[in-house]
């Protein structure tokens, strides 16, 4: 989280606030392709820490194997169907930038596109540290390319003009490194009994996984709308700029939901053992251990925002000014996703998905035209509205309502399926 919060202002100090909107803008468009896994990541820890909990590692290996070799089939075909595509698009228009060449623009999409694209097969490596209750060492990846990425930053700002596509590489890039060098050396020692192979390749696990999957990745879909689509509307009926305000001030209060969230990963595959075990007296007292939790987590955040004047001036200067209306929305926010991402721990954590994925085609139909209506009445403040609105109420009240249902064993049809 320090290290996020450190790159922020440097990379504001390489390119400006527009560049670093666009740069922001550009990622949340191609993260849009990490659904075409289709949801085989969610399917995977699910069915992986099910059978690591009942010791059936040739199983485990033939779920690992099976899910490497079809994501990486499956971003293979995204990389050739896409990025001929990109320099079709008139990304001056979209991106609403008349200061770089359409040409330069696609190449930066590119650049992001193809580096995301061997993330997310190369990410796998996290579930399979989830399964087997390793999260701690999951989490590792990020921070440790952060601090490669904040490096190269600081040479590109000693060492070249400004450049968009050099920051793009730079940010992106490390990630991949990182990523590649942590799946060859566990594989080939500490995880090795469930290392991909192509002779545990078996195309009858497929449906196995997706059978889950499917229904995560509908989830994951919708929250990819959700959270994605909001920098594009920005950017296009507000201006790049906006997008750096509004992530500034985003990344602010979310680093307490990330901290949160350190603590809730772990939980995940807990649950899941304790699920698939029948073991409801520890399921109650760590729901209620996290509920104590997240009640703290809440104060926080409105702490948080008594300081956040102060937080901003130290952190990022006079480079860009925050709206205190903006904050107060942001602090409401994601309190309220503290809550929803409590009992969607649990609800992922048993596998029971239907709700969800019910509820997620509700908000990928209505959440972009309620974002645009509220972004073209409100301006920025109308991005956490419509995001409040949509998602994270409905989110937090039917995921208590599942969580009740199931604890109580009185779940039945779609809340428990």
Known sequence: MAIQLLQVPIVLSYLDSTLYGLYLTITSIVVWTHNFDFGLGSGLRYKLTEAIANQDYDRGKTLVSTSYISLAGIMLTVAICLIPAVHFFNWRDILNCNGLPNSYLSTCVIVVLATLLI??????????????????????????????????????????????????????????????????????????????????????????????????????????????????????????????VYNIAYTYFSLFVVFHGVFLTPVWAGITDAWVKKDIPWLRACMKRIAMLTAVFSLFIVIALCISKLAFHIWIGDKVSIPGILSTWLALYFVLNLWSATYNCFVVGVGKAQLSMYLSIFKIIAFIPTLIAAVNYYGLIGVVISTILINTIPNVLLGYLQYKRLINNTATGVWNK
Request: proline letters at 4%; charged letters at 10%.
């Open 119 to 244: 993330q997310f097969v190369l990410e796998l490596i996290t579930i399979v540290l989830q399964a087997n209750q390793r999260a701690a060492i999951s989490t590792v990846f990020k921070p440790l390319s952060n601090v490669v990425a904040l490096i190269g930053v600081i040479v590109l700002k000693y060492t070249n003009e400004p450049s968009l596509l050099a920051a793009c590489l730079m940010l992106t890039a490390p990630l991949v490194i990182v990523l590649l060098t942590a799946n060859i050396a566990l594989f080939m020692q500490k995880y090795r009994h469930i290392a991909p192979s192509l002779k545990y390749y078996r195309t009858s696990v497929i449906k196995d996984i997706y059978s889950l999957g499917v229904k995560f990745f509908i989830t994951s879909l919708s929250g990819v709308v959700v959270y994605n689509s909001t920098s594009i509307i920005i950017s296009h009926y507000l201006n790049p700029s906006e997008v750096t």
